[in-house]
């Protein structure tokens, strides 16, 4: 033994070091691809479990407006275009607004999901639906007020009075909302997704059966699309809430507490930050329908901007899914402790975010005007979205990114000091809110091209979009 071990080398030849060493490389390399690759794998499963049915919820609650609107799309261009003022414009505010302040919920739930104190999501519930129920009736005069708003802001009277009477017709959705936005986000937090998904899909179903009889059939017009849309909204929150209330949640739900009263300023500012950005992401797709009312030709310029704010509004609930679900993960590995992997779970969710994003954008290029179809037979409008198709499939697909970015993933991830996506995105965070500001001043003087209603709707919608990204790249 003690002769061989004298006979052996002690220095191994260079060439089968190499080749030892390129061979180990190659074997570390392989294996960490495969690491990586199942990382990835676990993750996204994580992240699917979530999203998917947050998508399908989110689809099918979207779905409620877009069926509306394409009955009433039918009826007129006038109905069509005071219809889109009413949900787009007055509702969408509000919703925008209500949806910053539900934001907070979804870090609450998810930090308490994680760190297994399930008594407190009922209570952060509860807190929730108080705030936002005060909130909703505070801004209950905008809706009946809206048709003198509308005249005031320098809208045509036929589409004030017929938006304005809209606009009264849609309170029930309001109330709903600031009932719904609560109750998706305390069942996502315990990833009891498949409860929203299925809730929000029984809702539309119905809603496009009952939606037909009444307009169809018995031929109530806008009255009876607008009734439909409400009662689907509630059938939603009715289901959401005698699941809970009735024992879906045992751990999390104890019933009602005087603790839901408490902290209510703490909550607020809590939801400031990224409720301030998610509600002027939310407004400023809003604003551009209403700058269009100020167009010759005003009803074809607005069906048609709204048509395709219809369209990327329903394909941004697959981002938005994204936000969410992206939240839920974020707050579920910050509470268990794990800044890694709320790091990896925002890589994931965006990467998966941008390919979806780039389908749809080979979606829209090809079918081109035929996706108006839905909603509207008028050659006019059909032409008229012919023109913006393009600049529609460009910003589906910027926006396939920016909201995952801009919500309350980031906020946790900045809060976590995770220095990587602060680095990539917080210069999107800092300056998204000074670019929505900035971008109404460069749009006011657009108005006196007020002969090209086409053009001046692809020049307002795209100049929204310019100086929103040379506002991100500033930072």
């Given at each position: 033994m003690?002769?061989d071990q004298a006979?052996?080398?002690l ?7 190499e080749?030892g060493?390129?061979?180990a ?14 990382e ?8 699917w479990h979530i999203?998917g049915?947050a998508?399908l919820?989110?689809?099918a609650l979207?779905g409620?407006?877009?069926v509306?609107?394409a ?6 261009d006038?109905e ?11 509702a969408g505010?509000?919703?925008?607004f209500?949806?910053?302040m ?14 297994k ?7 952060y519930?509860?807190?929730s639906?108080?705030v ?5 009736a505070?801004?209950t005069?905008?809706?009946i007020?809206m048709?003198?708003l509308?005249l005031?802001?320098?809208q045509?009277p036929?589409l ?8 009264v ?20 937090s315990q990833l009891k997704?498949?409860v929203?998904?299925i809730t ?9 059966v009952?939606?037909?009889v ?12 607008v009734?439909s ?8 929150v009715l289901g959401?809430y005698?699941y809970?209330?009735g ?6 739900w104890?019933?009602f507490t005087?603790?839901a009263?408490?902290d209510?300023w ?11 950005m998610l ?9 551009l329908?209403?700058l269009?009312?100020?167009?010759k030709?005003?009803?074809i310029a ?12 329903w394909?941004?609930?697959i ?6 679900a992206t939240?839920v ?7 268990a402790g794990?800044g ?5 779970a925002?890589v ?27 909603f509207?037979s ?16 460009f910003t589906i ?6 909201p995952?970015l801009?919500g ?6 900045l809060?976590?000091a995770?220095?990587l996506l602060a680095s ?11 670019g929505?500001l900035?971008?109404r ?8 091209s007020?002969?090209?209603p086409?053009r001046?709707a692809?020049a307002v ?5 310019v100086?929103q ?5 500033m930072g």
């Open positions: 003690g002769e006979r052996a080398p220095l191994q030849p260079l060439g089968d070091f080749a060493g390129a061979g490389g190659a074997a570390t390399t392989k294996g960490r691809v495969r690491r990586a690759a199942l990835w794998w676990v993750e996204s499963k994580k992240l999203v049915p998508i919820q989110r689809i979207y409620v407006n877009v509306t609107q009955f009433i799309g039918h009826l007129g006038l069509l275009a005071a219809f889109s003022i009413a949900a787009t414009v007055v505010f509000n919703f925008g209500l949806l910053g539900a934001s907070a919920l979804e870090t609450l739930c998810g930090q308490a999901f994680g760190a104190k399930h008594h407190m999501l009922g209570v519930l509860q807190r639906w108080i936002l129920l005060i909130f909703a505070a801004l005069p905008t809706y007020f048709e003198d509308l005031l802001i320098g045509t036929e004030s009075r017929l938006a304005g009477q809209m606009s017709w849609l309170l029930p959705q309001h109330f709903a909302m600031a009932m719904l936005l609560p109750l998706t986000r305390f069942l996502q997704n498949w929203t998904a929000a899909a029984v809702a539309l179903a119905i809603h496009v009952v939606t037909y009444l307009v169809q059939r018995l031929e109530l017009g806008i009255v009876g699309a009734a849309a409400d009662m689907a909204w509630w059938l939603v959401q005698v809970v209330v024992g879906g949640c045992p751990l999390s104890k019933g005087m603790e009263f408490a209510f703490e909550f607020i500012k809590l939801s400031s930050a990224s409720g301030v509600c002027l992401e939310n407004w400023y797709y809003r604003l329908v209403l269009t009312g100020y167009l030709n005003a009803e607005v069906d048609a901007l709204s048509i395709c704010q219809t369209i990327n509004g394909e941004m609930m981002p938005f899914g994204f936000l969410a939240g993960r974020v707050a579920n590995e910050l509470g794990s890694k992997g709320a790091r990896f925002i994931v969710s965006i990467t998966t975010s941008v390919v979806i994003g780039l389908v749809f954008w080979c979606l829209i290029l090809y079918f081109d005007d035929k996706i108006a179809l839905l509207t008028s050659a006019v409008v059909l032409d008229a979205v012919h023109h913006l198709s393009v600049l529609l499939a697909l910027l926006n396939s990114v920016q995952v801009s309350k993933p980031l906020n946790l991830y809060s976590g995770l220095p990539l995105g917080g210069r999107w965070f800092r300056m998204a809110s000074i929505r900035r971008e001043r460069h749009l006011l003087p657009h108005r006196s007020l002969g090209y086409t001046l692809a919608w795209s100049r929204g979009e100086n990204y040379e506002n991100e790249e």
